[in-house]
């Protein structure tokens, strides 16, 4: 008879049509190692080539499988690690990218369809895992499911999905980010050797990034400079303090402005820097605000911004900069082809991470862009960094375990450690990208003011 471990197994194997990508091992004890498939003599069985031993995946108790059954697919997984039912011994993201290579390249695996239902509930009940839904984890926590209402896109629920993320706490992400409180792909000059190096050069990576924006906006002593969706104020602060900007920020969460206020008031940067709570819609009622900027940016936003939304999105940055001035958009991606064509983060990213998240391919940004009446100039890929970056955050939390329980919970940070994980394996297997597109709004003389080379851009060494 079939142990518990081969009967999972099994059960996996018939989804993703590929041998077990991942040792197993069951509640009871049983388990299987990573390349074995139902049929196979025991001993038989080739393990796949690796640096290091398979990760090992631990189903801790039958709730996992009841999870996994009333929320088939990422989300049923995500939420039995999340809660604790399922484990992982080895290496997280090497679990994470086995188990997707499965099953995008399995032998006739097909996922989960509604004819497997009557098999996958048989299983389960043999292994008696049928039951009532488990509670989400992190039920009624900061950390647990977003819970949104109403149309997507309006102002209200905007508001909410924002704070969901970035009012989780000041405090933690002053704890995971660096001193810049930079939250977004940073800029680094060499490839790093593993994450504990990219978590040294993270703080220069970072500044790095920052002066590759100033110079590529132009900006200079005097220089008005929007930011929308500034964040914790790193580029707005950097580009007045560095550059002599006279630099607006905005953004829609309550405890970004409270930090922004306090930062610039901090840094006596008061007579340079405003920061606005506001959403990004409401820049277009100010008429005075309308071409009065030399330079806008929006590092990491867009993806906030819904696909009916966008083309308003790029027409108030086109509108904000005055002819001849200078826009940059850094933001995520999604391929045209394949299996990274999906516009959201996924179901647990859009649960736990960052509900109504709109990812496009680039070059629909650019032709949104470009429809919006701006001139694109240059678009550079910056793929490989926000690996980089990702693996520099997960670092941090991998190292200071304890202080990120502390301030976020358990599930919170086993929420973090699957989304920075994740997230860096989707960049590093090119299934996600990130490019910063310059843009000028064009001048009645054709004038761009741009160096002739990209040189210019480029931090000094």
Partial sequence: ??????????????????????????????????????????????????????????????????????????????????????????????????????????????????????????????????????????????????????RRHTRARDRAAIAYHYDLSNEFYEFLLDSSMAYSCAYYAQAPADPAAAAAALPSAQKAKLDLICRKLGLHEGAKHLDIGCGWGSLICHAAEHYGTVSTGVTLSKQQHEYVTRRVAAAGLQDRVTVRLSDYRDLALSVDDQGAYDAVSTIEMGEHVGEAEYPEFARILATMVRPGGRVLVQQMSRGTFGPNTTAGGGAFIETYIAPDMHMKPLATTAGLLAGAGLEVRDVHALREHYTWTAQAWLEVLETHWDEAVALIGEVGARVWRLYLAGGALAFAENRMGVDQILAVRPDPDGESDLPPTRLGWEPAA
Avoid: C, F, I, K
């Avoid at 009967?7 to 990573?34: E, H, I, K, N």
């Avoid at 631990?58 to 484990?87: C, H, I, K, T």
């Avoid at 239902?117 to 839904?133: I, M």
């Fill in 1 to 150: 008879m079939a142990t518990t471990a081969e009967q999972l197994a099994t059960l996996v194997s018939s989804v993703t049509g590929a041998p077990l990508p991942v040792g197993l091992r069951a509640w009871d004890g049983s388990a299987v190692p990573a390349g074995w498939r139902a049929g196979v003599a025991a001993g038989a069985t080739p393990v796949p080539p690796a640096d290091a031993a398979p990760p090992t995946v631990v189903v801790s108790n039958r709730r996992a499988l009841r999870r996994m059954l009333w929320s088939p697919g990422e989300l049923g997984a995500a939420e039995a690690y999340l809660a604790g039912d399922l484990q992982v011994e080895g290496d997280l993201a090497g679990g994470l990218s086995a188990v997707w290579r499965a099953h995008q390249g399995g032998t006739g695996g097909h996922g989960v369809r509604v004819r497997d239902y009557p098999r996958l509930l048989g299983a389960a009940a043999r292994l008696g895992a049928v039951g009532p839904r488990p509670a989400p984890p992190g039920q009624g926590q900061r950390t647990g499911r977003a819970r949104l209402s109403g």
